[in-house]
């Protein structure tokens, strides 16, 4: 059972827009603690998506966006595309866990 | 080009020791935490713990206290992640990652040891 909640699976036809959402609690993103997200292609490594909330590392494109709000973080995929099919897990500091990283289940993208 | 390389896949017995690398190039290594992530067949990611090269700093998660230990040495920028007994359920894939501030993401990931203990 992760800290971080998120829905298992989500989907969206080619050019479509998808969410994905991240729910934590009073002691990790409620708390104001930064969410980060990465990208896990099959096969591979995850890979830095979003910093700092809503920041993009260099190289990611700008159809990946990230926010944040209250006890909840989101990562929005626009312009849907064959190769976001992937595994998507956010992550934050919880305070409740000796200050410990912690991840979200994951969500897989499945493009339609 | 910053990277950081692991060393190759594993297959060991319950009861075994084993100890797996990861060696860091292209910046100071003694300047950026590095953690360590398991993933196990077929699940998510989970944080088991982090170390500053510069001074063996280390935290581990709670879940992973006491069942693994890490450490590094700085002259050939490289850390472990090591078991003295193994168990089945060690069986996964485990990835380092840079840890970069100030915001504290892990922005640089080995490509992953994959540990099979199986008797």
């Known amino acids: 059972q992760s800290v971080l909640t998120q829905p298992p699976s989500v989907s969206g036809a080619p050019g479509q827009r998808v969410t994905i959402s991240c729910t934590g609690s009073?002691?990790?993103?409620?708390?104001?603690?930064?969410v980060h997200w990465y990208q896990q292609r099959p096969g591979t490594a995850p890979k830095l998506l979003i910093y700092?909330?809503?920041n993009r590392p260099s190289g990611v494109p700008d159809r990946f966006s990230g926010s944040k709000s209250g006890t909840s973080a989101s990562l929005a995929l626009t312009g849907l595309q064959a190769e976001d099919e992937a595994d998507y897990y956010c992550?934050?500091?919880?305070?409740?866990?000796?200050?410990?990283?912690?991840f979200g289940g994951g969500t897989k993208v499945t493009v339609l | 080009e910053v990277q950081l390389v692991q060393s190759g896949a594993e297959v060991k017995k319950p009861g075994e020791s084993l100890k797996i690398s990861c060696k860091g190039s292209?910046?100071?290594?003694?300047?950026?935490?590095i953690g360590w992530v398991r993933q196990m067949p077929g699940k998510g990611l989970e944080w088991m713990g982090i170390?500053?090269?510069?001074?063996?700093?280390?935290r581990y998660s709670p879940s992973f206290q006491g069942q693994v230990t890490i450490s590094a040495d700085k002259s050939i920028s490289t850390a472990y992640l090591q078991w003295s007994s193994l168990k089945a359920s060690d069986t996964a894939m485990y990835y380092c990652?840079?840890?970069?501030?100030?915001?504290?993401?892990?922005?640089?990931w080995g490509q992953g040891t994959m540990v099979t203990v199986s008797s």
């Open positions: 990652a840079r840890l970069v501030p100030p915001r504290n993401a892990f922005d640089i």
């Open positions: 292209g910046y100071s290594f003694t300047s950026y935490w």
């Open positions: 170390i500053y090269p510069g001074d063996s700093d280390t």
């Open positions: 009073s002691s990790n993103i409620g708390a104001g603690y930064e």
């Open positions: 700092g909330n809503s």
């Open positions: 992550q934050s500091y919880d305070s409740s866990l000796s200050y410990s990283k912690v």
